[in-house]
Nanobody
Framework: QVQLVASGGGLVQVGGSLRLSCAAL????????MGWFRQAPGKEREFVAA????????YYADSVKGRFTLSRGITKHTVYLQMNSLKPADTAIYYC???????????????WGQGTQVTVSS
C-alpha cells in the first residue's frame, strides 16, 4: 500500500519556524519527485515547493522563496520543508505529493499525503 505521511505542522508566531516532514511508505519513492502544496480556507490549493528525485534541483513559489527550503533525506524516502520567517499568509493545510515530474502542476502528482495544519498567529 502506497502512503505519504506528513507531519510537523502546528501553531507558531509570526517570524517563527517550523519543519514539515513527509515520509513515503510502502513503495520505493527514491526515484519520485516530491512536492508541497498548501490550501487555505476558501482558497484553491497552491504550489509551495518541489524537489527532483535526486535532490539536485528544487524550486519554489515566489511567495516562499528565500524563506522555505526543501530537501531530501539520505534515503530519499523522506523530504523536509524548512519554513522560516513565517507569516499569517502561510497559514494553511500543507500537503506533500509524489510524482514523476518536478513541477508545480498538481495534476502531475500521483500520490498525496493527508495534510498537516500550519497556523501562524500574529
Amino acid at each position: 500500500q502506497v502512503q505519504l505521511v506528513a507531519s510537523g505542522g502546528g501553531l507558531v508566531q509570526v517570524g517563527g519556524s517550523l519543519r514539515l516532514s513527509c515520509a513515503a511508505l510502502g513503495r520505493t519513492f527514491s526515484t519520485y519527485a516530491m512536492g508541497w502544496f498548501r490550501q487555505a480556507p476558501g482558497k484553491e490549493r497552491e504550489f509551495v515547493a518541489a524537489i527532483s528525485w535526486s535532490g539536485s534541483s528544487s524550486y519554489y513559489a515566489d511567495s516562499v522563496k528565500g524563506r522555505f527550503t526543501l530537501s531530501r533525506g539520505i534515503t530519499k524516502h523522506t523530504v523536509y520543508l524548512q519554513m522560516n520567517s513565517l507569516k499569517p499568509a502561510d497559514t494553511a493545510i500543507y500537503y506533500c505529493a509524489a510524482g514523476w515530474q518536478t513541477t508545480n502542476n498538481t495534476s502531475r502528482y500521483d500520490y498525496w499525503g493527508q495534510g498537516t495544519q500550519v497556523t501562524v498567529s500574529s
